[in-house]
């Protein structure tokens, strides 16, 4: 998870960059994304997943296998 963060915030450095890239990368469903409807899709996907795991653990009444860091993420 501090892997994840230390490369999220690297190119969260990097935004003027990724705003301005004219390239655009093909999703095997969706089409070709720009850089930054991928890193939009990419947030809110994310969150998705994150709720899901948060609604599985709710309902087991498991604690958390990521530890007290995935709390962060909500």
Do not use: M, Q
Request: charged share 25%.
């Amino acid at each position: 998870l501090d892997a994840c963060r230390a490369r999220w915030d690297a190119l969260s450095k990097r935004r003027a960059d990724i705003a301005t890239c004219p390239a655009t990368f093909a999703h095997f469903a969706l089409g070709n994304f720009t850089s930054t409807e991928w890193v939009r899709f990419i947030t809110v996907h994310t969150a998705h997943h994150y709720k899901i795991i948060r609604e599985i653990l709710d309902a087991s009444n498991l604690d958390s296998p990521f530890g007290k860091d995935v709390e962060d993420l909500g």
